[in-house]
């Protein structure tokens, strides 16, 4: 009995223990920063069409689009339509584009949702890229390095690859980030720079910073940009579009 009475208190405690934690996990999560503006860039045009997949993955579909197509992963906490400026600027010059949803805006989520996007029949015979920012580009570092031969490169927005990617055969990596990033910069870009391959171009975004490549506001402790967020963005498509059509 005493043995039975042992097993239920430390099952009831389990179940306390697992209850905290869900709730402070939503708590956590319930925080994330939100699309600010992005209406426009989510309508759909006469060339090109917004739409919405059944993992609710938001598609921008050219009308007359260009073999390169790019998946991307969005920032930690961030909410995923805040990306729609540069992925529509990119739709707007031909390239399809798709911002993967991520449970809770969080990519360690869903780590594989690359998979159901460049694995679509109507595309799978696109010239695939992924890109992610910030904590998305982490993990789609870790996607790339385990499925390199599914994808032509990957595009780091403010982020790193904690996963070695110099061992990759002819590894297309684009790595850009503002100058005034007070987050990645501060203390992740020299750590793994090594893990980065030497054939990787890097480029700095003079005045910007870590929150401007979505659109949703100044994250905690990142600086605030000398340029405005729009410039940053157009920078930033320009430098993606010479990467993938090189």
Known sequence: ?????????????????????????????????????????????????????????????????????????????????????????????????????????????????????????????????????SLGGAFGARYYAKNSDKLYGLILFAAYSDKDLTNITDANVLQIYGSQDNIMRANKLEQYSSNLPSSTIEYIIEGGNHSYFGSYGVQKNDNVGTISAETQWNIATRRVEQFISK
Not at 52 to 68: E, G, M, V
Not at 107 to 116: G, P, V
């Open 1 to 133: 009995m005493k043995k039975h009475h042992i097993l239920k208190k430390l099952f009831l405690t389990l179940i306390i223990l697992f209850i905290i934690i869900f709730i402070a996990f939503n708590v956590y999560a319930s925080g994330y920063y939100h699309a600010e503006n992005c209406q426009e860039y989510l309508a759909s045009s006469e060339n090109v069409i917004v739409d919405y997949d059944s993992n609710n993955n938001i598609w921008f579909k050219p009308k007359n689009s260009k073999q390169q197509a790019i998946v991307f992963y969005p920032g930690g906490l961030v909410e995923d339509k805040a990306y729609a400026p540069i992925m529509r600027k990119l739709a707007d010059d031909g390239y399809t584009t798709v911002i993967c949803s991520m449970p809770y805006n969080l990519a360690m989520l869903r780590s594989n949702a690359a998979d159901k996007v460049i694995e679509n029949e109507e595309y799978k015979d696109k010239t695939w890229y992924l890109a992610g920012h």
